[in-house]
């Protein structure tokens, strides 16, 4: 589907000489999107679907790190959450991956969180989504997204993350 969506983004003008207009899923649901209600700790970094892979595998990207992304692929490797600027489906492999493992993923198609979020990218950044009755609302405020601080207690970090650790 990723492929499908550059190309098609890329050949938008052409299509639209040909009377075809290009829709993208979001257009059936406003605001942002929640793959998986969790929180999260970790380092916001950014890497693009096609280089998700290699970045893992030279430790520029690490598990307990937040990935933000243009997109998701079909497989990612396990990290802390999952920041898409672009839809996924909710029952996609990542998506039910996330929800087993408490793993918070999301879609940000707002610009006012997306500027957020890039504006946060190479620091240590909580991410917390919840959904249901009282969260789920067109203002999106069922995501935050912000900078733990230099001064965020160490202490109280790591009390956190245990939180987070599987039971034995």
């Known amino acids: 589907p990723h492929a499908h969506?550059?190309?098609?983004?890329?050949?938008?003008a052409y299509f639209a000489e040909q009377g075809i207009e290009i829709a993208a899923p979001d257009r059936w649901r406003p605001g942002n999107g929640v793959y998986s209600e969790a929180w999260a700790i970790g380092r916001l970094k950014f890497f693009?679907?096609?280089?998700?892979?290699?970045?893992?595998?030279s430790g520029q990207l690490l598990p307990e790190d937040i990935l933000l992304t243009d997109a998701v692929p079909a497989e990612i490797p396990l990290v802390a959450g999952v920041i898409t600027q672009s839809p996924a489906t909710p029952n996609s492999h990542v998506a039910i991956l996330a929800q087993s493992f408490g793993i918070p993923f999301v879609y940000l198609r707002d610009a006012y969180e997306r500027t957020k979020a890039e504006a946060l990218l190479g620091k240590e950044i909580y991410l917390g989504?919840?959904?249901g009755f009282f969260f789920n609302s067109p203002s999106n405020n069922n995501i935050h997204l912000f900078a733990l601080g230099e001064d965020f207690p160490q202490d109280l970090r790591e009390e956190l993350l245990a939180l987070k650790a599987p039971e034995s």
């Open 5 to 12: 969506r550059i190309v098609a983004a890329a050949e938008q």
């Open 129 to 131: 989504v919840l959904t």
């Open 48 to 57: 693009p679907a096609g280089e998700i892979d290699a970045a893992f595998a």
